[in-house]
């Protein structure tokens, strides 16, 4: 338990000389984001996920069988939209591949810009997803998280990946007990995880007043953390954390 709590404390507030510097609580924000936008695309725009692209795929796979309430369009689009955010995240991962905290500021901002594009949208439709703006949030929202996704992959923060859960709960279970010994990074882990389900849940909660009030938080977490990011890879953090090794 001791050594849960400190590898927890240790993610929420990197001691100094750690070696990813502040990038482990901004990517803990960046699950949080994930988990509002998930409760708006899955719970909002028609069980379709712009964060989760298996689930995406499997939804496809049902829409193609003739199951209903799912839509083979939605899923398509919003994975063409997903692929698209990716392959600019990794177009920044190579125009940023020497320093990794001007890397995810960048990325944060440009996320900004797109979510500031979806509140504009849903605030035009008085909150109403239905027909042209459902499928522009779709696009928005999937470019956002394709290149969360692609910025996240390319900095390598262990057991923070933003998006997906399915190895960090295997590995928080595979690690520990007789076979595997003390799970690495169990703090971590669990923290991972609790911020998506608190990024899901206050999501779903906040839904019901409408889609406008949960893409302004996550726009919100967006722009301090891109504001943070950027003073702290400035000049005077050209070495350390915030350069790519």
Do not use: C
């Not at 991962?93 to 900004?112: I, N």
């Amino acid at each position: 338990m001791r050594a849960l709590l400190v590898d927890a404390a240790r993610t929420l507030v990197p001691p100094k000389g750690d070696r990813h510097g502040p990038l482990p609580p901004l990517m803990l924000a960046l699950t949080v984001v994930t988990g509002l936008v998930d409760a708006v695309s899955y719970l909002g725009l028609g069980h379709v996920f712009v964060a989760n692209m298996t689930g995406n795929v499997v939804f496809l796979g049902f829409a193609l069988s003739g199951a209903g309430g799912l839509s083979a369009l939605a899923s398509v689009v919003s994975l063409a939209a997903f692929l698209t955010g990716a392959l600019a995240g990794g177009r920044f991962g190579v125009r940023f591949a020497a320093h990794l905290g001007r890397m995810l500021a960048s990325a944060m901002a440009v996320q900004a810009v797109l979510f500031a594009a979806a509140l504009g949208t849903t605030a035009v439709g008085h909150d109403e997803v239905g027909g042209a703006v459902r499928y522009t949030l779709i696009v928005l929202l999937g470019l956002a998280m394709g290149l969360q996704n692609a910025v996240a992959r390319r900095l390598g923060v262990p057991d923070l990946t933003t998006t997906v859960l399915t190895l960090t709960l295997t590995g928080l279970a595979a690690d520990s007990g007789p076979a595997g010994g003390a799970a690495p990074r169990p703090g971590r882990r669990i923290l991972s995880v609790l911020a998506m389900l608190l990024g899901a849940l206050v999501g779903a909660v906040l839904l019901k007043v409408g889609p406008s009030l949960v893409l302004g938080v996550a726009l919100a977490l967006l722009a301090a953390g891109a504001v943070v990011l950027w003073r702290l890879s400035g000049p005077g953090a050209s070495a350390g954390w915030a350069t790519a090794p």
